[in-house]
């Protein structure tokens, strides 16, 4: 099975910028689908932004402000964040499915349940 490792994260103030990358090991980025989610305590997980099959999918409240790119000498995928809010805090994950595992993963992808390896999680905050 896939394993997930995350890195970046940290404090910032609103405005500002943070770069978060997923490295799954086991397998190359490019045959799996990876997603990103966020999540605060006492709400459900919220996917932000997904990449497979050669598109890449933004949730509405990110859009134009979030990027994913790919770092092949890394075998990893970031998560450029620019334009943070205060409601960007939250702990984000990384998710990882191979494509076998899901149908019409354009309608799914923001669904936790469409991923089966997770990464550790990092803390994002952002001060106002």
């Known amino acids: 099975q896939v394993q997930l490792v995350e890195s970046g994260g940290g404090s910032v103030q609103a405005g500002g910028s943070l770069r978060l990358s997923c490295a799954p090991s086991?397998?190359?980025?490019?045959?799996?689908?990876i997603g990103w989610f966020r999540q605060v305590p006492g709400k459900e997980r919220e996917g932000v932004a997904a990449?497979?099959?050669?598109?890449?999918y933004y949730a509405d409240s990110v859009k134009g402000r979030f990027t994913i790119s790919q770092d092949s000498a890394k075998n990893a995928l970031d998560l450029q964040m620019n334009s943070l809010k205060p409601e960007d805090t939250a702990m984000y994950y990384c998710?990882?499915?191979?494509?076998?595992?899901?149908?019409?993963?354009?309608?799914?992808?923001?669904?936790?349940?469409?991923?089966?390896?997770w990464g550790q999680g990092t803390q994002v905050t952002v001060s106002s």
């Open positions: 998710a990882a499915a191979q494509p076998w595992w899901v149908f019409s993963y354009e309608t799914v992808w923001s669904r936790p349940e469409s991923y089966t390896s």
């Open positions: 086991g397998d190359a980025y490019s045959n799996l689908y």
């Open positions: 990449t497979g099959g050669g598109r890449t």
